[in-house]
């Protein structure tokens, strides 16, 4: 009787401790560092190198991050892959697998890992986007074919390391991405958030401290540069993904095979010629991240001369201010239930209206598929001589910058 109490207090007191011993904040504290171990692996494994190609990886982490993903989330990278790269291919259409603009809000915030599965069982999808996925014995016969056995060797883990509460450290893992990726990456990181550029879609930056979810809450840039290892691009931006990156470059566990452009000055030319053309298409979205910069100052001096005449309760006042938050954009991104208030805007400054005249027109020279190269750079000495004679500081300024840019 006595060793048979022996036995059932050792039982308790393993389901109560694990083998570990861990007090409740040092749970806390592994749980969070398994977490962010599984974001670290599908930001810089899944999604950076495999699907983007940004960055090749040695076989050490590789290797790892595939054996662990398929302990914390079951996912398979070929799936994975091919349906991210199909959400770059289709953006924002009825055939993004997870576009809130296609599908609504709600459903990818609620269901987005339901969405993830159905385009998982997708043929047509994994062979047309999934190229170049793992391939080898350990994939087709471990990873692929057993997806579901990962997850339960993790809660088994779990369960002998912490006792009973490992069961809620694994309910933890298994819900990350779908809320971090699923939810918030897919949702809100097209629905809400701050733009750096005007990427064709509706993409958005979370957040400008990309910590949480390893750099991915700087989605606008992702979308801006997609072919890029590393996410931030303002000097105020981290992305904690690029630094476990360097690192492993340092010591020689992986290799950047592309960073955001960045737009180069020199010397400013007498006119536009073919190099600052090239300049111009190869950093157009930086360039008009810049322009919007002019545009916006325009509202606020236009907000400045109404407030000087006491006007800050007037339409005018009213529809400066939503100028100043839409006129930077392409026209299409603008919502119908404002473009009439932006226009009336527009109308109130000749400057303003000349501003975002002479935006689309730059616009043109990248979107224009059906023109020569040398009319292009014609097309650019006529904007850069209209800018300068414009007697409007911000184009003048700014033509100035084109032509110092250089390929």
């Given at each position: 009787m006595t060793e048979l109490s022996s036995i059932w207090y050792s039982l308790i007191n393993w389901l109560s401790d694990g083998l570990l011993g861990l007090g409740g904040w040092q749970i806390l504290v592994v749980t969070l560092v398994?977490?962010?171990?599984?974001?670290?692996a599908v930001?810089?494994?899944l999604h950076r190198s495999q699907a983007h190609r940004s960055l090749d990886l040695h076989a050490i982490p590789s290797h790892f991050f595939r054996?662990?993903?398929w302990m914390t989330t079951g996912m398979v990278t070929k799936e994975w892959v091919a349906i991210h790269r199909k959400h770059h291919a289709k953006c924002e259409t009825v055939d993004d697998p997870h576009s809130p603009v296609a599908h609504?809000?709600?459903?990818?915030?609620?269901?987005?890992s339901e969405l993830y599965r159905a385009e998982a069982k997708n043929r047509e999808t994994l062979a047309k986007y999934g190229h170049g996925a793992p391939n080898d014995w350990i994939e087709r016969n471990v990873y692929t074919r057993h997806s579901a056995m990962g997850v339960a060797l993790m809660l088994i883990i779990n369960v002998l390391l912490f006792g009973a509460i490992g069961v809620t450290v694994w309910a933890v893992q298994m819900i990350w991405i779908p809320i971090t990726a699923a939810g918030i990456i897919n949702g809100i990181g097209h629905f809400w958030g701050y733009r750096n550029f005007e990427a064709v879609d509706a993409s958005t930056n979370v957040s400008p401290w990309g910590l949480i979810i390893g750099g991915e809450e700087l989605h606008n840039n992702h979308h801006t540069y997609p072919t890029s290892a590393k996410l931030s691009v303002k000097p105020y931006e981290f992305d904690i993904g690029w630094a476990y990156i360097r690192a492993l470059e340092m010591v020689g566990l992986a290799k950047v095979r592309k960073t955001p452009p960045q737009l180069k000055l020199g010397v400013v030319k007498a006119v536009a010629d073919n190099q600052t053309l090239e300049a111009l298409i190869a950093n157009r979205y930086e360039v008009m991240a810049k322009y919007a910069g002019g545009l916006k100052q325009a509202c606020a001096d236009e907000l400045d001369r109404l407030r000087a005449q006491g006007k800050?309760?007037?339409?005018?006042?009213?529809n400066m201010r939503l100028a100043k938050r839409w006129l930077h954009r392409d026209a299409e991104k603008i919502p119908a239930a404002v473009k009439a208030q932006v226009a009336s805007a527009c109308g109130q400054s000749a400057d303003l209206s000349q501003l975002v005249t002479?935006?689309?027109?730059?616009?043109?020279?990248?979107?224009?598929?059906?023109?020569?190269?040398?009319?292009?750079?014609?097309?650019?000495?006529?904007?850069?001589?209209?800018?300068?004679?414009s007697g409007i500081a911000a184009l003048q300024d700014f033509a100035r910058t084109l032509r110092a840019a250089r390929a």
């Open positions: 398994f977490t962010h171990l599984t974001i670290a930001t810089i494994y054996f662990w993903l609504g809000i709600k459903t990818v915030l609620l269901t987005g800050q309760n007037t339409e005018g006042w009213s002479m935006r689309e027109e730059l616009r043109q020279l990248w979107t224009r598929t059906n023109v020569s190269a040398e009319q292009l750079v014609a097309d650019l000495q006529a904007w850069c001589h209209r800018a300068e004679n």
